[in-house]
Each structure stands twice: as C-alpha cells, then as structure tokens.
C-alpha cells in the first residue's frame, strides 16, 4: 500500500470589528496562590476579536481579543465555531455576519 500523509486541517480566522462592549470586568489577569485564582487587574477593552478554527466548525476553537495598538487583551476556548459566535454576541453584540472569514 502506498503511504499517504495525513493532510492537515485548514486553518481559518474570522476577524470582527468591536464597537461596543456589553459586559466589562470580566477578562482579567490573575495569579493562583494556596490553589485560588486572585484576580490583579482588568484587561484592556479589545477593539478587535479573531476567532480561529482548525478545520471542522463543530470542533474546538479560540477567540483572540485585541486593542487597537495590537496588544494582546484575552482569549477563551469554546467548544465549537458557533459556542464562539455565541459569546461574541453575548460580550460585544457581534453577529457571526459581522465576521470576515480569512484562511492562514
């Protein structure tokens, strides 16, 4: 038999602008001490989220969360493309129709 490669998935990255912010304080940096999770200080507000897919939509993904100046503020998983459209429209009342799609 020949030997075939596994192809890798397609990366896509969906881009939405933030025009407003429906829940604030709730991405913050944190330590852990004595095994509880202490908040320090808020994030910045992100004026950009990307969410990014490695292949199949019903599978795992992250949303990234930028400012302006391209400075990292946030990320969270979820478990699938819509689970992330979700929470983009619960935090900044972004519709998955406000989304660019790219493919890395």
């Known amino acids: 038999m020949p030997h075939v490669e596994a192809s890798e998935p397609v990366i ?5 602008r933030v025009t407003q912010v429906l829940r604030t304080g709730i991405h913050k940096i944190g330590t852990v ?3 509880k999770v ?6 910045p507000l992100p004026n950009r989220v990307e ?8 599978k795992p993904c992250m949303m990234f969360r930028y400012t302006d100046s391209n400075d990292f503020c946030g990320d969270t998983w979820h478990e699938s493309l819509d ?3 979700g ?7 972004i519709l998955p129709k406000d ?6």
């Not at 202490?38 to 994030?43: C, D, T």
């Open 99 to 104: 989304f660019s799609e790219h493919q890395v």
């Open 33 to 35: 001490r004595d095994g």
């Open 87 to 93: 929470q983009a429209e619960f935090e900044y009342g």
């Open 51 to 58: 969410i990014e897919l490695k292949g199949d939509p019903s």
């Open 83 to 85: 689970a992330a459209f």
């Open 12 to 16: 896509k990255k969906y881009v939405a």
């Open 38 to 43: 202490i908040p320090i200080a808020e994030l």
